[in-house]
């Protein structure tokens, strides 16, 4: 781990009186620190815009740019450089109102007495240690809370390959550029591009989504564009499209593969321009919009089948998310399934208490070929059969129309710890024996830390999934992870 007491700390100070910094050089000597002095507000900006400091130390009255000044920009633009300011008695009152506005930290009279001045910036230096490393530690909370947390937005589901997924979609969102979504139906392709909208800065306008699949082609232009009235037979009125009420925020375009190629022309216009007509009108309309796509296919398959434009595609794919398969998972078929069971019990007043343990066997260990949306149904189906009061593998089998062999394959118990991890004794994450090439047993602790780092390999890099096959808690991993971190560093 970087020991951050090793590095010296940086002080900057500014004064416009060489006299008072020669003077501050000569105090400030004995510290452990790297000092730079300069003359000017302007110099001290920057110096910070090219080089982190740790501490500022600024006179007040200054030409150009007063103290006051200079230390409400670095507050606002460097909020991690504690802030100190060199001042007469007279600007006591100036002063008192920086702290109370969090301007500054503190104050050094002038003239100084060189202890104090020395105990002042070493405490301005502690305090500033003492901020970064609680950003740090907020930092690293709220990273590990965000990648073990079992819900995203309107997503539910812990799993590594979804941490992936939430990862994508908050760095994606607070962009403008267009999100190409892929993954097989039932993934949740649509809550992804609800997602991308709600975290965008764009979250508080309209949200429309259009399945293309679903749209009859002939209206299909009429749809994303609007009409006027007279443009085709049954237009008795003028109407927007979803590119006019989606203007300042997002359109979503679900199965673009099924759009009519001519049309695909149309939208890539439309794209690249940001303007449209309506079906039979002539004046052009300006709208700003954010896009996101969706598609079911390989993109690549249906370019080669025809079926999507490659320019448009190549158009829409800035940023591209892929929802993975259910069976790709892990432990979440079950998050989810209980998430359903509790939603549709209360939805059909059924006292429903959980899902018994073959039915959770099920629900992990089948393929989910129509992945959430399957299951959601599946579970929906189980609430309205059961007699209660637990949903059985038996009810989630009739929901599925699974032969009663393929139940009992299911519902057979997994062993705690996975077949394929070969005993302690035998294997380490680096297949090294328990006994040194000298015939040395090797110690305990380096014998469970290869274990354990073999597991983890084994779960796919998953901790949580490697804690219950050791039947330990997943605290207990994490723990030692961090302390082998610390000791190596």
């Known amino acids: ?14 004064d416009d009186e060489p006299a008072i910094l020669k003077s501050l050089s000569r105090t400030t000597r004995p510290l452990n620190t790297e000092c730079v002095f300069v003359d ?10 090219e080089t982190p400091f740790d501490v500022i130390v600024s006179d007040m009255r200054m030409p150009n740019m007063d103290g006051a000044t200079l230390l409400a920009k670095v507050a606002e633009l460097y909020p991690e450089t504690m802030r100190l300011v060199l001042s007469g008695y007279s600007d006591d009152a100036l002063i008192m109102a920086a702290i109370n506005e969090g301007r500054i930290w503190g104050y050094i009279h002038k003239p100084w007495e060189d202890t104090h001045l020395l105990v002042t910036l070493q405490q301005a230096i502690a305090a500033q240690q003492i901020m970064v490393e609680r950003a740090l530690l907020r930092h690293t909370v709220a990273r590990f809370t965000r ?9 539910i589901g812990s799993s590594t390959a979804m941490q992936t997924v939430y990862n994508q979609i908050e760095r994606a969102a607070p962009s ?3 999100v190409f979504v892929t993954g097989p139906s039932g993934t949740g ?3 992804a591009a609800q997602a991308l909208h709600q975290l965008s800065p764009r979250g508080n306008g309209p949200f429309i989504a259009l399945n293309c699949a679903a749209i009859p082609g002939e209206l299909m232009e009429s749809e994303i564009f609007g009409h006027v009235k007279g443009a085709f037979s049954g237009a008795i009125s003028n109407r927007d499209g979803a590119a006019t009420q989606a203007n300042g925020g997002t359109l979503f375009l679900d199965e673009l593969g099924e759009m009519d190629i001519s049309l695909q022309a149309k939208l890539l216009r439309f794209i690249q321009t940001g303007s449209f007509q309506k079906v ?5 309309e300006v709208v700003d919009i954010r896009f996101v796509c969706a598609t079911n296919r390989l993109p690549q398959e249906a370019i080669a089948e025809g079926l999507l434009r490659e320019d448009l595609y190549y158009r829409l794919n800035v940023v ?6 259910l069976a790709k998972r892990e432990s979440d078929p079950l998050l989810l399934a209980r998430h359903f069971l509790a939603k549709f019990a209360e939805q059909e007043h059924k006292e429903l208490a959980d899902f018994s343990r073959d039915a959770a066997l099920l629900i992990n260990q089948y393929q989910w070929p129509g992945n959430v949306r399957q299951l959601e149904n599946c579970v929906h189906s189980a609430v309205v059969m059961s007699p209660g009061p637990m949903i059985t593998s038996e009810d989630l089998a009739s929901a599925l129309q699974l032969p009663e062999g393929e139940r009992e394959n299911l519902i057979k118990p997994v062993a705690a710890v996975p077949s394929s991890i070969a005993p302690v004794a035998l294997v380490s994450s680096g ?4 006994v040194s090439g000298g015939g040395d047993l090797r110690s305990l602790a380096d014998v469970e830390r290869d274990y354990i780092e073999y597991a983890i390999t084994h779960c796919q890099g998953n901790v949580v999934r490697a804690a219950s096959a050791l039947q330990v808690s997943p605290s207990t991993l994490y723990r030692k992870i961090q302390n082998w971190e610390t000791q190596a560093g």
């Open 147 to 155: 990648e073990h947390q079992a819900g995203f937005c309107q997503f």
């Open 280 to 284: 039979g009108g002539s004046r052009p």
């Open 176 to 178: 403008n550029a267009s």
């Open 431 to 434: 297949g090294a024996e328990p």
């Open 189 to 191: 392709k649509e809550l």
């Open 40 to 49: 000017a507000g302007s110099k001290a900006l920057e110096l910070l815009e």
């Open 1 to 14: 781990m970087f020991d951050r007491s090793s590095v010296p700390a940086r002080i900057l100070f500014v």
């Open 320 to 325: 591209s998310i892929a929802m993975p398969p």
